[in-house]
Nanobody, 117 residues
Framework: QVQLVESGGGLVQPGGSLRLSCTASGRIFSIDAMAWYRQTPGKQRELVARIGSGNGSAYYSDSVKGRFTISRDNGNHAVFLQMDSLKPEETALYYC??????????WGQGTQVTVSS
């Protein structure tokens, strides 16, 4: 029903910035909330940021609050994550997530973010 494709990951120095993008296709009008998660080897996938549909509020993990910004385009075709002041421990595979109005969930394939000198 919904397909998600992430992009924008890569290698960045500590303190640097990256902007992740996630493009949705398919039945995009069924999408409610969208979010970014991240996962490192040996650890559980964790929520980084989430944004609701329409006038929905944005929510952030305490660890990224003030440094990351989640946003969504007007047509709900994409969700973005602006990441500033990146730390080495934030090296992870970042996943885009979407939830439909019927509570069906979709995941992207992930984009690798590596924070290293």
């Amino acid at each position: 029903q919904v397909q998600l494709v992430e992009s924008g990951g890569g290698l960045v120095q500590p303190g640097g910035s990256l902007r992740l993008s996630c493009t949705a296709s398919g039945r995009i009008f069924s999408i409610d909330a969208m979010a970014w998660y991240r996962q490192t080897p040996g650890k559980q996938r964790e929520l980084v940021a989430r944004i609701g549909s329409g006038n929905g509020s944005a929510y952030y993990s305490d660890s990224v609050k003030g440094r990351f910004t989640i946003s969504r385009d007007n047509g709900n075709h994409a969700v973005f994550l602006q990441m500033d002041s990146l730390k080495p421990e934030e090296t992870a595979l970042y996943y885009c997530h979407a939830r439909t109005k019927w509570s069906v969930e979709f995941w992207g394939q992930g984009t690798q973010v590596t924070v290293s000198s």
